[in-house]
């Protein structure tokens, strides 16, 4: 990584390491706190070296205490400095929900607008490494439906630092939810280009026949899906959400409106999570567009099972979405 | 260790008469209809523990508090018309009426927060701790909470974090004997609390909640220790004088132990102790109470006249000023209307 | 309340102890453990007196520890006892999110099916009593996305009474969800009267115009505003869910697709919650018969202040549902 | 206080050795890529711990481990075959291949299972715990975990609730001095656990996990006391000879550092012990070590040979065999894209 070129062969890794690097070099309220983030480097490597060059009072290696951990980068925040606190896994959102849902998104309210909480919480969530049901769930839904709270899930290396970026300075708590399988995945980030600016979606590949919804790791499987439609000469467009909150119904509400049929997908399990609102905004916003009902290709209502076969079959891939579009189009 | 302020007992006594007086007031507002719902709970009896301990913080110093911090507040230099007010669910309140009795805030009197979740307060002053540090401000934060927090766990990493990281933190136990209707030997079989704090490194005091100056001078202390980079534990060991809410007539507990635990009155000691040593006499004591009581008065008046929060506040302050708020039920729901 | 007689005027929260009483006595599997639930009955008055019956270690008066009383609870369960573990309110669940959806929710799944955990989590939610943004919460919709969990939200006192004898014979974590303003609620309760089975719906009202889907309290807001639809003519079929796990689609969507419009009624937070679920179903089971998008009423995606006026604002209404309905019609 | 079993060092080893001799197979299974996922946690250097404390215990008794927990499986009895198969993620593995090295489980040796949220399984054995003491069982539940942990909130709640109660519970902390890359005395500031402890009102010990004797003698005398409704706490200190998961490479440590703790090698001081003492020989110990070493061969032979679950293991047992399950996604699908 070398910050001085602005186009590079970047990792989604590296990209989320220029963006705290980058964010720490300007703003020296920045702080790091979390389990491994200092000497370790994060479990994920995201944080790798940081430690070296802002030292371990902004690298903040912490007990495995994960509500004190928010906790204490809720008061940090009140009290100026801007905290990124760094949850391992997702998973771990059940042992922190208090401080995160009843605290750090209240705080601005429940205290008559005073003061925010500005931090970001990054964490990384899904499937992919058989990490099985405690490490390998994508519970986004519950952040969402949490009133105060900013949701970002990046998909690209690029989205990842804009995005995280970004959420370094804004005002309120930002949840900010990588994915463990993206980490290695490379591409060609022109870190000059200009941004799509926080809660816009982007639409990642134009089509007349369905628009898939999608967001994080499932945006590289709609596009996988659509590239396979593509040659059953079905065209698909994709587009990519960026952040759950806000979130940028008029991009797809205008693509959906536009081509008449509408897929979400979403790796959280299905029942009363972010496809159910995805769906149920884009039926009430387009229902007069719409040839089918907006269909939800999410993850299946069951705990992430160990095993490695039985774990791809328990989220969406390629082949249920292509299947389920050629039938909505048969 | 630290040098003692020559703090006078008369400041402590007025400081907690006014606690005193205040709460009467509180239940008054209560009774009137006026309180903004019934969760209430009042700190009678507990008045040393805010005294003492805000007598020994400077202006830079923060705290949390939690659910029954009225008092503390109050120690602390808080409006009691806004506090009223706001108790009273008022847009003239400190919160705009939006957190009520159990979320009163003033960042300009370094109050960051009540919480009406037990223990949901108290890593925030970690965090607090971990900025002073940082931005090399000399500051100390202090967490209030009450003896059933002693069982939340929350609190044992929030201790740790602060002894491992050498914090200006203080973790304050007001120990009212009760977790709504549990005495403390139902909750824990261990009630020596300042034990845990010292098993994780903290230094470690307990102070009779009777005793206004004791709390005072342990808490002064701890607090120049805390600066120091010695985070502390302060257990107070004090008396719940009336139920856990308003509502709570105390079933649980008899006549016997009430009347015993009343009868540890930090207000009443510290008055006697004013007469006793000369250092004020009845008559002027009368005169105090009197015009504190009058000001309470205002401010129940304050409150009552005060207008409640506009509609629109509902909408404001989920996110920054300027930032993209939530879309009303009723915006959206004509968009969807009109559409279909 | 007198065992003996079948009908009697009962309140939500008597016919919770009777409830209990008579399952506890039924079952010395039964415990109760919880804040408050022994000597001071509850903090709402479910459990008064059965410490009296039962003794206390039957009626389990805890320390203020959440996250151990629920996995407490699990251990119990797993080991011969029949828990119901109390959240005082279900703001709490923040804390407790861990042991509920990591432990209770998949201990039998994670396992390979070697044990389950029957408990059932009792806990109340809801507004009218100003008590603030971690008072007031309806937070079902953490639950229903949550894989493994049954989810109980009863409307009236013979309901709280069915479904919470019913839970207390399930072999699996049912989350059970009273809402505080509804316990002082009285009516004539036929103990003996046939039961519909667990996960079924029931129409609390029949109507031709426009289907009112609800739950929990929810269900008399909409009963208030059918009867004042009535008035002008309008006449709306009233749907009480009674359970979201399982959920009663087949009820709802037997209604809708012959009614042919929709309003989906909760008082919890719009965004991503159970008004999405029912949303995003009645769209996909009823696409050929909706005339309108199904229309959400949930509550204000804001933290609940504490000010009663806001407070009541902040929730549906009888007077929002009776205009949507009209304004859908005309 | 209690009785010395008069339990042969020579079992202990064997149970020891076991384990070394399996896990050594855990990593050889993940370096071939035969493993279900990265997430595999050798417990190597903390034989003791496991064999010490499990040969404490009765067949009613019970326990809930961490996510490094397979030595104290083993040294319960657990089979090698279905464990590696379920590390394998196959459908003969403990837990039929979903639950994987983090979560194995098996009731039928009180197993309440292995958990992969730090401190998630402690509170499971508080409600054993309740169970036995309501039932009248005369069993003793243990719960197994890290260093790490004692950071970790639960902890103290569920060491206050069993000392509150009475419970037959024993509290283990396995203390390998790391947690990931955190060294103990990064966590906390005062690594002195049984202290803590102690402070709750538990029974507290510490012992030396080097020396299997002395960590079974205080095991003995702690459940005993549990079993006699006093609750304990055991400390072991020993070191983790190697990385935290699979790929750590322990970079955060120095050479010396690993150096000298690897000579804290339980393993090795129980078979020097054995011989010194003239209990067995080399000769003899040998012969066992083969013969285990052969039964873990067979035990990954066994697990690289298993079959996987089938499809349609992903949506059974999320509830109970009878009761309303999760519909499939594609058969949702199809309903929907039928009506449509
Ligand atoms: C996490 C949580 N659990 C339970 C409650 C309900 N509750 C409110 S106050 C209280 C008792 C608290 O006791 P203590 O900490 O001693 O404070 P006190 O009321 O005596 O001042 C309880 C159980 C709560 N608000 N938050
Ligand atoms: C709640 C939670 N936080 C963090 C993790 C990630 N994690 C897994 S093991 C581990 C270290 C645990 O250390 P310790 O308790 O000492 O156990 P050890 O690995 O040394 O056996 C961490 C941080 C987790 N699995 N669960
Ligand atoms: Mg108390
Ligand atoms: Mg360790």
């Given at each position: 990584m070398d910050s001085d070129t602005h186009l590079s062969e970047t990792t989604y890794r590296d990209a989320l390491r220029r963006a705290l690097d980058e964010s720490m070099r300007e703003d020296p309220r920045i702080i790091v706190i979390g389990e491994e983030v200092g000497r370790y480097g994060g479990a994920y490597g995201v944080t790798k070296d940081l430690i070296d060059k802002f030292g371990d009072a902004r690298l903040i290696d912490t007990p495995i205490s994960e509500p004190a951990i928010v906790g204490a980068a809720i008061g940090a925040a009140m009290t100026g400095l801007r905290p990124v606190a760094e949850l391992m896994y997702v998973d771990f959102l059940g042992l922190v929900m208090d401080q995160l849902a009843n605290q750090a998104a209240k705080i601005r309210y429940m205290f008559g607008g005073q003061i925010g909480v500005p931090m970001v919480l990054r964490t990384q969530g899904g499937t992919g490494?058989?990490?099985g049901a405690q490490h390998s769930q994508s519970l986004e839904g519950w952040v969402m439906h949490t009133p105060g709270l900013r949701l970002a899930m990046p998909a690209t290396a690029a989205d990842a630092y804009h995005l995280l970026r970004h959420a370094l300075t804004l005002p309120d708590p930002v949840v900010f939810i990588e994915h463990k399988a993206l980490y290695a995945r490379k591409e060609l980030v022109d870190f000059a280009a200009p941004v799509p600016p926080w809660g816009q979606a982007v639409i990642r590949r134009a089509g007349d026949d369905v628009c898939l919804v999608a967001y994080s790791r499932m945006v590289h499987v709609a596009l996988a899906a659509a590239e396979r439609l593509a040659e059953r000469g079905i065209t698909a467009e994709v587009i990519d959400l960026?952040?759950?909150?806000?979130?940028?119904?008029a991009t797809v509400a205008a693509s959906v409106a536009r081509i008449g049929r509408a897929v979400v997908v979403s790796e959280g399990y299905l029942t009363a999570g972010v496809a159910a609102e995805l769906a149920a905004r884009i039926s009430e916003e387009c229902f007069d567009f719409l040839e089918d009902p907006v269909i939800r290709i999410a993850g299946e209502d069951v705990p992430i099972p160990v095993s490695p076969a039985l774990e791809a079959a328990a989220v969406p891939d390629a082949a249920l979405i292509v299947e389920t579009v050629a039938r909505m189009l048969g | 260790m630290t040098q003692r302020a020559n703090l006078p007992l008369f400041d402590l006594y007025r400081t907690m008469r006014r606690i005193r007086s205040f709460e009467e007031r509180v239940a008054e507002l209560y009774v009137r209809g006026l309180?903004?719902?019934?969760m209430l709970h009042l700190s009678i009896g507990e008045e040393a523990a805010a005294a003492g301990v805000c007598a020994a913080l400077r202006p830079a110093d923060s705290f949390t508090t939690h659910h029954r911090g009225h008092g503390i507040f109050l120690a602390r230099g808080a409006d009691p018309k806004r506090m009223m007010a706001e108790i009273a669910g008022k847009a003239e309140g400190y919160c705009a009426g939006k957190g009520g009795s159990m979320h009163i805030a003033d960042m300009a009197l370094g109050h960051l927060g009540a919480n009406a979740i037990v223990g949901g307060g108290i890593p925030h002053v970690v965090g607090a701790g971990l900025s002073y540090k940082h931005l090399g401000k000399d500051a100390v934060s202090v967490a209030f909470f009450g003896d059933g927090a002693m069982q939340q766990g929350i609190l044992y990493e929030s201790m740790n974090m602060a002894a491992l990281w050498a914090l200006p933190v203080l973790f304050v136990c007001v120990n009212n004997q009760y977790g709504m209707g549990t005495r403390v030997d139902r909750a824990t079989r261990v009630t020596d609390f300042a034990a845990r704090a010292g098993a994780l490194g903290l230094l470690a005091e307990s102070a009779d909640g009777e005793d206004v100056t004791a709390v005072f001078s342990a808490a002064e202390t701890l607090v120049a220790e805390a600066r120091g980079g010695h985070p502390g534990f302060l257990a107070i060991s004090c008396f719940r004088f009336f139920g856990h809410g308003r509502m709570d007539k105390s079933p649980y507990r008899s006549a016997e132990e009430e009347e015993a635990g009343r009868k540890r009155d930090p207000v009443l000691r510290a008055r006697a102790a004013l007469v006793t040593r000369g250092e004020s006499d009845e008559a002027a004591l009368d005169a105090l109470d009197l015009a504190i009581a009058r000001e309470m008065d205002d401010a129940i008046d304050f409150a009552a006249a005060a207008a409640p929060p506009a509609?629109?506040?509902?909408?404001?302050d989920v996110f920054a000023p300027g930032e993209p708020a939530p879309e009303p039920l009723r915006a959206r729901l004509d968009r969807v209307l009109a559409g279909a």
């Open positions: 490494r058989s990490a960026r952040t759950l909150n806000p979130l940028d119904m | 309180s903004a719902g019934s509609f629109d506040a509902l909408f404001r």
